[in-house]
């Protein structure tokens, strides 16, 4: 575990990492797994991530991740797994957030019951410079899947909205093939309160813990990942250094 300020960050598998966290120990999970997508044959899901996820234009190469191209069946057990430990260690309460594409909607949906998450909506991500398909309608919008743990205790009386416009990130501040836009991810923080400790099991390039030290929150990212988890670190360091959130001088 490296401690980056308020970010405390773990390189290794999810579940391993989680089993070493206390019961009720969390305020909220963020957090965008990989989504076993990409296709609908197994075989095309069993394409490398960067043969699913990039196109084959794109100028910025980004380095593979694994755990993307389980079968519907093992995804679902596996998902029901990692997020029934999640349930353990949120307080009683808070809420678990998880990103999701229209493929895996319904699978993620019975993982975060069966995980004990009581499943409350779905929030909408709008990706308004989503590539446009010939023919079709654009495939414009991921989903955010909001459960909470039994009753859930709101932190404020504010209505937050329930669709997101964000473009992707892109060009050279882009550092994954499937990152999530920090301004996004702190507008999904909003229903958390500030000074909590918000886990992501699957941090990728940390942009989750970007969002967490710049809104004054604490977090606990993990990732398998050597590369990425070398992407995140680097992220989070500058960030602090930088004296961002709740360290600011
Ligand atoms: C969808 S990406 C997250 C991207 C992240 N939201 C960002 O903005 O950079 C999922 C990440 O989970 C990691 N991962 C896959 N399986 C894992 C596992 N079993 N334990 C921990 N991390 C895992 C992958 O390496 C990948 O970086």
């Known amino acids: 575990m490296i401690q980056i300020g308020n970010a405390k960050v773990y390189q290794g598998e999810a579940l391993n990492i989680l089993g070493t966290l206390e019961d009720c120990s969390v305020d909220a999970i963020l957090t965008d797994p990989p989504y076993s997508s990409g296709g609908i044959s197994l075989g095309q899901k069993q394409r490398t991530t960067g043969a699913k996820y990039q196109s084959t234009d794109a100028k910025k190469r980004f ?9 519907q069946r093992s995804f679902m057990a596996w998902a029901t797994l990692w997020l029934a430990e999640c349930y353990r260690v949120a307080k009683p309460g808070s809420v678990c957030m998880m990103f999701t594409d229209w493929r895996q909607l319904p699978t993620m949906s019975d993982a975060l019951q069966a995980g004990g998450w009581q499943w409350r909506r779905i929030v909408i991500w709008d990706k308004p410079t989503a590539r446009p398909s010939r023919g079709e309608f654009k495939n414009q919008c991921e989903f955010v899947l909001v459960g909470a743990k039994d009753k859930f205790a709101p932190v404020h009386e504010r209505c937050l909205p329930g669709i997101f416009r964000q473009s992707i990130v892109s060009g050279s501040k882009r550092k994954h093939m499937t990152e999530k836009p920090v301004p996004l991810l702190r507008n999904l923080l909003e229903i958390t309160a500030e000074g909590g400790t918000i886990l992501d099991p699957f941090m990728g390039s940390g942009s989750t813990g970007q ?3 710049e809104t004054a929150r604490k977090f606990i990212g993990v990732e398998m990942s050597d590369e990425y988890f070398d992407i995140a670190t680097e992220r989070l360091s500058e960030l602090t250094s930088w004296g961002c959130g709740p360290n600011r001088a």
């Open 63 to 71: 380095p593979d991740f694994s755990g993307d191209s389980r079968d």
């Open 211 to 213: 969002a967490c030290l």
